[in-house]
């Protein structure tokens, strides 16, 4: 009478009697994330690239299943790192990088069994129209308030670094794409941070952090980087397949679902979202995570509990329930 059951359990992944199932890792599932999570719409007319507002981040995390946010961050003389998009667009459920952290990291506390939360930070400043010298002074300031803010907002013991993920590896890139990811069940209730950023600002870390060595934030790289793990492409239809074939090879890859300028929720067209989940991106980013009056158009996770299992990479027995079921 126990024989069925006991089979069942050895099968839960796809392996048989004799064969130990393959562990759930952080690459093997899918999530929804928000572009400018904190964004609230300006009052008055507006142009229609700012003409959304996402509820605060806790609720979005509880009600929408979100589980990547997207948090700007401005230096500013008094002391803190100030969020909001731009000078003309300001408002924001959360102002400061400690208010937003502080209330994922409440509710993270409340649900301790949730996947990883993928926080992207994106430095903003307003120097690059200087000299070339004084934005760097001022970017290496603002670079390091980040990593300060997120040591002293975020536990160490509830975050994933690149060194988590290095291991005895000698790089990044040759952790992810050999050994794999930390294993889901021991990454649950904590949260990986990304540098939003490109070119210069990703320079300037990367030489604080040579190889990313004792820092709290991963970057997007170029694939012949030894940092390389995550990568952003918001062009699931264009780069569908350079992307499918990143995430085959272990690397994790935010997208696109929808752009509020581009029209996409405006006309209901849903072909570039589900793109996104089809070619297995690991995290897709909407101005819609939930249906707002008016619009059609908004994302879920296909078979998501609110996490589904990635289409592409996860193994075979691996169900929502299993991923996230808080």
Not at 88 to 94: A, E, G, L, M, Q
Not at 100 to 128: D, M, Y
Not at 257 to 264: K, L, M
């Amino acid at each position: 009478m126990l024989a069925a059951p006991l089979a069942g359990c050895m099968d839960i992944f796809g392996a048989g009697a004799d064969e130990e199932p393959e562990p759930l890792r952080i690459n093997h599932i899918q999530v929804k994330g928000t572009h400018n999570s904190y964004h609230i719409k300006p009052f008055g007319p507006t142009i229609r690239a700012y003409d959304y507002t996402h509820e605060p981040l806790d609720v979005q995390a509880e009600q929408q299943g979100v589980r990547q946010f997207e948090i700007d961050v401005w230096w500013d003389p008094r002391g803190q790192l100030f969020v909001y998009h731009n000078q003309y667009d300001i408002r924001s459920t959360c102002s400061t990088f400690e208010d937003c952290l502080g209330v994922l990291l409440t509710w993270s506390n409340a649900n301790e069994q949730h996947v990883p939360l993928f926080i992207w930070v994106e430095p903003k400043e307003w120097l690059r129209s200087s000299t070339d010298n004084d934005a760097m002074v001022e970017l290496q300031d603002l670079l390091g308030t980040i990593e300060e803010e997120i040591a002293a907002y975020w536990p160490r013991d509830k975050t994933i670094t690149p060194d988590d993920v290095r291991g005895d590896a000698t790089t990044l890139r040759e952790a992810v794409t050999t050994t794999g990811w930390p294993l889901l069940d021991d990454s649950r209730g904590k949260a990986m941070f990304v540098l939003l950023a490109e070119g210069d600002v990703r320079d300037a870390y990367l030489e604080a952090h040579p190889g990313l060595n004792g820092s709290l934030m991963f970057t997007m790289n170029e694939e012949a980087s030894d940092t390389a793990a995550i990568y952003s492409d918001t062009d699931p239809i264009g780069m569908g397949s350079e992307i499918t074939r990143l995430v085959q090879e272990g690397y994790i890859v935010r997208s696109r679902a929808d752009d509020a300028e581009d029209g996409e929720a405006d006309n209901n067209e849903t072909a570039r979202r589900d793109a996104a989940f089809a070619i297995g991106a690991h995290s897709i980013s909407t101005d819609y995570p939930a249906k707002v009056e008016g619009i059609d158009y908004w994302v879920e996770v296909p078979n998501g509990n609110p996490v589904a299992c990635n289409p592409i990479i996860a193994p075979s027995g691996c169900t929502a329930e299993i991923a996230e079921s808080l």
